[in-house]
Structure formats: structure tokens, C-alpha cells
């Protein structure tokens, strides 16, 4: 039985993540935040070659087209960063590390669904706060 849905964090786009791939994971829906958007444009801005630029691009627009609009950051994701950030600090991490990781793992929380990563150790020692989910 699947669960209801899961946030994809910007690591889980970035690669060649394609739908049988999603499809295959175990939740009714998969959803993106916006954050994972401003993510995903800076990589076009830091394209290298236009081989390079096209290539985010045409991911870009297949990823918008098929999970459409980002979650929005809003007060309560604000709060469960703070949260997590708290978490974070009080295990000895810096405050400032890892900020877009904390930031969409706070919309998660926020929006009571479980992370889904291809980088778990951005979120280390988080797990008692978010669900994280390693691809």
C-alpha cells in the first residue's frame, strides 16, 4: 500500500531520475518545494557550456511539467527550520551548513511528509525531526 506523498529533495531531481523511476517509489504523489526550483535555476545560471545549460534546462522543464508547483516556504516551514536548525547546532553542526537541505527538509516536516534524498548525511542526526528517505 503506498502512502499518501513525499517531498523530492533537489538531489533526487538532479540526477536521471525518470518516471517508471517515481512510480516505482511507495507514495500516491510526489511533490517538490519551490526551494528545489530556485535550486535547480541557479544550476542554469552556473552552467559552464551551453551543452551544459541545455541539458538543466530541457530537466528543468520535464521536471516542472511533470510534478508542477514547487511548496511554497511559508511560516510554518519557517518554524520547523528553526526547529531543525536548533537540532542541528545542539549536535555540534554549524548553523549555517547545510541551509537548502534544512530549509526543504523543513517544508517536509511542515507539510507532514517524509524526504526523499539522495544525500542523507546533509540531514544527519535529524531523524527524531524529519523522515528521510535515501534513494
Known amino acids: 500500500m503506498k502512502r499518501p506523498a513525499a517531498l523530492l529533495d533537489t538531489s533526487a531531481l538532479i540526477t536521471s531520475m525518470d518516471t517508471d523511476a517515481m512510480a516505482a517509489l511507495p507514495f500516491e504523489r510526489l511533490v517538490v518545494s519551490s526551494l528545489t526550483y530556485a535550486e535547480l535555476r541557479l544550476g542554469l545560471v552556473t552552467a559552464k ?3 551544459s545549460l541545455d541539458h538543466r534546462t530541457a530537466r528543468l522543464i520535464d521536471i ?3 510534478l508542477g508547483p514547487g511548496l511554497p516556504f511559508d511560516d ?4 520547523e527550520y528553526e526547529r531543525i536548525t536548533r537540532a542541528a547546532v545542539d549536535q555540534g553542526q554549524r548553523p549555517r551548513a547545510n541551509t537548502m537541505d534544512r530549509m526543504i527538509a523543513a517544508s517536509a516536516v511542515a507539510h507532514r511528509m517524509p524526504i526523499i534524498t539522495r544525500n542523507s548525511s546533509d540531514l ?3 531523524e527524531d525531526l524529519v523522515e528521510v528517505i535515501e534513494l
Open 49 to 51: 557550456d551551453r551543452k
Open 64 to 66: 516542472a511539467q511533470l
Open 76 to 79: 510554518a516551514c519557517a518554524r
Open 124 to 126: 544527519r542526526g535529524l
